[in-house]
């Protein structure tokens, strides 16, 4: 089949191959989480962030981890604690007294991957330090901006906000992750076959990257030449609108999570070997891309409606486009 201009079926391949090996290096780690794994590898190469919300003991932060290592590029971790400080998390500006001038130590955003464990626990102000970089790619310190990495990520963890000792993430906060994705019990099958692989050996120290930051980021630039067709994006606006206009929600989503919601729909498009997206890619990320995003009403809260259940109620309301006929008139 001919290629979309600007995007080569060699190009969607090397994608889909990328994925796959760092996907089959996490399960190697996780078990019986295909599906949650590979969400997160399709948030890596929209250029987005995950925040991963579960109860504690079920392998959040392990996900992380892994994922950082599959790939053989800079990562740091930060431990988030109520007296940790935003200048913690971006760097300081120290005198040096040789030189008589200021040099900036670079903080542990500063990395190709940042892992930030159970970010509730930090205070407001020093979760904020996180909101430029995370839209920007880049850090402002005492006046001066640094450009981050290429790739850059955040993969963030937390306890439910019920817990004690934790701060909710204001709304702002949540709206700059692309998905909220729940680790959740594994199966017994799985739980047993994690007491045999942990039982004399850590997974995760064996584990080998399986690709690099270059890799990552030209895989990157090939999900950006996906093609979504226009009644795809008009699909996918019309979700978004339907959760502004809906009697149940006080907060709908933003004009940042359509542009997410497509971004992720490519990536997921290429993971399959697709270099054009389809309405069932739209359909299958609008819970992890929107739900965290929605506040409901008193009344809705009151009848345990969650913002699950109404964005469930929306994608059966909002017509489905057929499936389009890519440019180059031949589909796969």
Not at 124 to 149: F, W
Not at 201 to 228: F, H, K, M, Q, W
Not at 239 to 265: C, D, I
């Amino acid at each position: 089949m001919a290629a979309f201009p600007g995007v080569g079926n060699t190009d969607v391949r090397h994608v889909a191959k990328t994925g796959r090996l760092i996907c089959e290096a996490v399960e190697r780690v996780i078990d019986g989480k295909s599906d949650v794994i590979r969400l997160a590898v399709t948030v890596l190469l929209s250029e987005g962030h995950i925040l991963i919300e579960d109860v504690p003991g079920v392998g959040k932060t392990m996900l992380a981890k892994a994922l950082a290592k599959a790939i053989d590029c800079t990562v740091r971790r930060i431990q988030f604690t109520p007296d940790l400080l935003p200048s913690d998390i971006t760097g300081v500006s120290v005198y040096n007294q040789e030189t008589r001038e200021f040099e900036f130590k670079p903080g542990p955003i500063f990395a190709n991957i940042v892992v930030g464990d159970e970010i509730n626990r930090a205070s407001p102000k020093t979760q904020s330090a996180l909101l430029e970089s995370m839209e920007e790619r880049q850090a402002t310190v005492d006046g001066h901006t640094y450009r981050l990495a290429t790739p850059f990520m955040v993969i963030a963890t937390q306890n439910p906000i019920e817990m004690e000792g934790t701060y909710p993430l204001p709304e702002a906060q949540r709206d700059r992750f692309a998905v909220r994705l729940s680790m959740g019990y594994p199966s017994p099958g799985a739980e047993q076959q994690m007491l045999d692989a942990h039982a004399s050996r850590n997974p995760l120290e064996e584990l080998e990257p399986v690709t690099d930051a270059g890799e990552v980021a030209r895989a990157i630039e090939t999900v950006r030449s996906v093609y979504v067709a226009p009644d795809v994006q008009r699909y996918a606006i019309d979700l978004v609108t339907a959760t502004r206009r809906h009697p149940e929600l006080r907060l709908g989503a933003s004009p940042r999570a359509t542009l997410q919601l497509v971004k992720t729909a490519r990536a997921a498009a290429a993971l399959d070997d697709r270099d054009y997206v389809l309405p069932d890619d739209i359909r299958d990320l609008a819970l992890p891309v929107l739900a965290h995003r929605l506040l409901v009403t008193a009344d809705a809260h009151i009848a345990r409606r969650g913002p699950a259940e109404i964005l469930a109620d929306i994608l059966r309301s909002v017509p489905v486009p057929a499936p389009p006929v890519p440019p180059w008139g031949a589909t796969r």
